[in-house]
């Protein structure tokens, strides 16, 4: 046992300095109200942040790819995850079986690498049963119930059915964003982008600042 803070010491030239251990950061919202729009966009500008791809048990929508947006699998497949411990956080949301495999999620974080998540409110809240403080929520917010109707039916990607079916869940599931550290309003997509971004900038300069005073401490306890 050692009473040095989390993440693993530096044993080059400067060997009182500590790695970061990588952030998870959630994005939730009701469907349609931006969060893959947004979560496309900070990826293609940031090599330090990768996307955990969950599993589904939701047919693939047209043009989606497997392994790049969800890895699509059966219930038989996702029932046998979930008893092998496989899975991070797991949930039903609209008639289907999302959940986030521990493997990757584990290895990009133990190598200081940040991780977005895409999950609801349900992953969100058994994420934050173990991840303490390396869990960052972000809650979007549609402008208003309409343009969230108007943003289902333009993405043309779900039946009438499928779309009234997420209306009716969207207020319940709003009634969550108590829960999320941050909110965001997507209102102007780019506004909407840049204020997730500026989260993401501030929560990883305020862990490096105090990993920064935890390797001064050991420093002056006088290491060799
Ligand atoms: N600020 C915005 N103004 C207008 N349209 C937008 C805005 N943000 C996103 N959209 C559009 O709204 C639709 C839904 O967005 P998106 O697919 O990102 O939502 P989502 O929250 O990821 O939905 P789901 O939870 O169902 O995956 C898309 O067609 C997207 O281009
Ligand atoms: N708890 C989890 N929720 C997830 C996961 N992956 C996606 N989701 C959420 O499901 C709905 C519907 O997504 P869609 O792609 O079918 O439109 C949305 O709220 C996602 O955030 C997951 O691994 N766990």
Redesign the pocket.
Known sequence: MTDEPQGARDQGPDHHAIHRRGLMLVLS???????????RALLAGDDALSLSVSVTTRPPRPGEVDGRDYRFIDEHQYRALVASDGLLEHARVFDNYYGTPRGPVEAELAAGRDVLF?IDWQGTQQLAETAGSDLVRVF?LPPSMA?LER??H??AQ?SDEVVRH?MARAADEMSHWPEYDYIVV????NQ?IADVRAILTAERLRRQRQLGLAGFVNAMRGAP
Do not use: F, Q, Y
């Not at 919202?29 to 979560?39: E, I």
């Not at 997507?186 to 997509?189: D, E, G, Q, S, Y």
């Open positions: 919202s009701p469907s349609g109200a931006g969060k893959s729009t947004v979560t895409d979007i343009e943003r289902l333009t993405r779900d997420r997507n209102r102007v997509v909407a």
